[in-house]
């Protein structure tokens, strides 16, 4: 791989955050995911709507996994704007709490802050917000690998990048809870016939074009549906569960192929239930990523 811009050890904090700018992870890039301001370790983004993000048609709300991709590179942006120079990083874990429903139509913020950083650790906090980031709609806890691999994004050629971008657009499926998921439809997640969540691997899926290697948030938002279908299936809601939080540990990356997952339910209660899920790739006793969470359960009008 060859380097494509000056070594970054040498840019201004300017110069840096505008390769930031540029330099994005493929997913957040495709979505519109943009850094608006920045200051040493603080991130601010913003992702304009689009109908494609909902998560329920029924009632409009964003998917929970846009909300993660969001907050999960912001607190990466957070990260790279805290480092003297520039570092291959990767989420060791993402816990998100989803503390109220984003508004249809509006475009979302987030402010990330990398608040510590050791020789290999790095520590972030952030906010999901809209009108103003008093009234947030989710906050998140994570923490970044510093030199996890040897990849650059800021130095180095991606393997994965689109000439045209394709179209931010959800297919048909016309059976159950994906039906109603244009977000979980736009990530190619399907249910196959042993009722598996299934992502099949796409370019647009990818989190770090060096490697390359799936997103977080993406691996993210696809055992948040694979949960939500099978939560549904196993007790026979009437409507989907609500997510209310989760955190996701990260095990090794994403590489480029299909991405299936398998959930279980932890436990059961009136009103909430507790749930595990594993995302892996060729092996099930090798998961890239586990996730643990809660969902709220509500009625039919709920």
């Given at each position: 791989m060859s380097d494509t811009s000056p070594d970054a050890s040498s840019l201004s904090f300017d110069e840096k955050a505008r390769m930031i700018k540029s330099h994005r992870s493929v997913h957040g890039g495709l979505i519109g995911l943009k850094l608006e301001r920045y200051v040493q370790?603080?991130?601010?983004?913003?992702?304009?709507?689009?109908?494609?993000?909902?998560?329920?048609?029924?009632?409009?709300?964003?998917?929970?996994g846009v909300v993660t991709t969001m907050l999960d590179e912001s607190c990466g942006m957070a990260v790279q704007l805290a480092l003297p120079n520039s570092a291959a990083i990767a989420t060791l874990d993402l816990r998100i709490d989803y503390l109220r429903p984003a508004t249809p139509g509006q475009q979302m913020h987030a402010h990330a802050h990398c608040y510590h950083l050791t020789r290999s650790i790095a520590f972030v906090r952030a906010t999901a917000y809209q009108d103003s980031e008093d009234v947030p709609i989710a906050s998140a806890t994570a923490m970044f690998m510093l030199g996890a691999n040897r990849t650059d994004m800021l130095r180095q050629t991606p393997k994965v990048k689109f000439d045209t971008p394709p179209p931010l657009e959800a297919p048909d499926n016309a059976d159950g809870l994906l039906a109603i998921s244009p977000y979980a439809r736009f990530?190619?997640?399907?249910?196959?016939?042993?009722?598996?969540?299934?992502?099949?691997?796409?370019p647009k899926l990818i989190g770090n074009p060096i490697l390359p290697a799936l997103h977080g948030g993406v691996i993210?938002?696809?055992?948040?549906?694979?949960?939500?279908?099978?939560?549904?299936?196993?007790?026979?809601?009437?409507?989907?569960?609500k997510p209310i939080g989760l955190t996701v540990n990260y095990l090794r990356s994403g590489r480029p192929v299909d991405t299936?997952?398998?959930?279980?339910?932890?436990?059961?209660?009136?009103?909430?239930?507790?749930?595990?899920a594993q995302a892996y790739q060729?092996?099930?006793?090798?998961?890239?990523?586990?996730?643990y969470g809660h969902f709220m359960l509500r009625s039919e009008t709920a």
């Open positions: 370790g603080e991130a601010w983004s913003s992702l304009p709507y689009h109908p494609v993000f909902v998560g329920d048609t029924r009632t409009g709300v964003i998917h929970g990530l190619g997640i399907r249910i196959d016939g042993e009722s598996q969540a299934v992502m099949p691997y796409d993210g938002g696809f055992l948040e549906t694979a949960a939500v279908v099978s939560v549904h299936r196993e007790i026979g809601l009437a409507t989907a569960p299936f997952a398998k959930v279980s339910i932890v436990k059961q209660g009136r009103r909430v239930v507790a749930f595990e060729d092996d099930p006793a090798q998961p890239i990523a586990s996730c």
